[in-house]
């Protein structure tokens, strides 16, 4: 069965130092990757998405960024935090044979800018 | 514009009781559309989806959802509500282009 892994589960981080967040999926392979943001428990902003090695999508500007190192690997990055960084980050995978792209989701990172 | 719309901000059920979680969409085609539900501090958890034939979804832990195409609605349904089922309730729809929208989402209470 696949899984899908996030970590670290909780971060606090001074505003302005770097950010790496890192999501793996096992038991698949060439997944599609989903980077969201859900501010205070509510909707979801899709930040960024990859559908193979260094391939990116960006849906948002702003001062966070993404890469896919690996097949299984996606990490969210910044190299300076901003307080409005703060936020609960969730990756998601989904299997480029589902037509629907249906997304399953790790357990997220909650980020806190200080 | 292609979106997703939960109308209730909260829903309070008494244990027991069926529930209904209420969704309407707005998509160009045919709609992919989805369930999930996000328990505190969690990420969301895939419950059922719509693809095309039966109106009538049926999902993990005994949800359903209705599919009403004339009414551009997919409301999530329980027969008999459980303590447990308190959560966060997303309705989504694919867009296409590797893109989901997910609607605002629905804080359900089902109260002893």
């Known amino acids: 069965s696949q899984t899908i892994h996030q970590w670290p589960a909780t971060l606090v981080q001074p505003v302005g130092s770097p950010l790496s967040l890192e999501c793996t999926v096992e038991?698949?392979?060439?997944?599609?990757l989903y980077w969201y943001r859900q501010a205070a428990g509510r909707g979801l902003q899709l930040l960024f998405y990859s559908v193979g090695i260094g391939q990116i999508s960006s849906e948002v500007p702003q001062n966070l960024s993404a890469s896919r190192p690996q097949d299984r690997q996606f990490i969210l990055s910044s190299k300076k935090l901003l307080l409005s960084d703060s936020s609960f980050y969730l990756c998601?995978?989904?299997?480029?044979?589902?037509?629907?792209?249906?997304?399953?989701f790790g357990p997220g990172t909650r980020l806190l800018v200080l | 514009a292609q979106s997703v719309a939960q109308p209730e901000d909260q829903v309070n059920v008494a244990e027991g009781n069926p529930l209904t979680v209420k969704c309407t969409y707005s998509?160009?085609?045919?709609?992919?559309l989805f369930w999930y539900v996000q328990y505190p501090n969690r990420g969301l958890q895939f419950l059922l989806k719509y693809i095309t034939g039966d109106n009538l979804v049926k999902g993990s832990y005994g949800f359903e959802a209705e599919f009403n195409k004339s009414q551009t609605s997919f409301h999530l349904k329980k027969p008999s509500a459980l303590v447990s089922d308190s959560a966060l309730y997303f309705c989504?729809?694919?867009?296409?282009?590797?893109?989901?929208?997910f609607g605002a989402g629905t804080r359900l209470f089902v109260k002893a």
């Open positions: 998601a995978w989904s299997s480029p044979t589902d037509v629907q792209e249906t997304q399953y």
């Open positions: 038991g698949t392979s060439n997944p599609n």
């Open positions: 998509v160009s085609g045919n709609p992919y």
């Open positions: 989504a729809v694919r867009v296409g282009g590797f893109k989901t929208i």
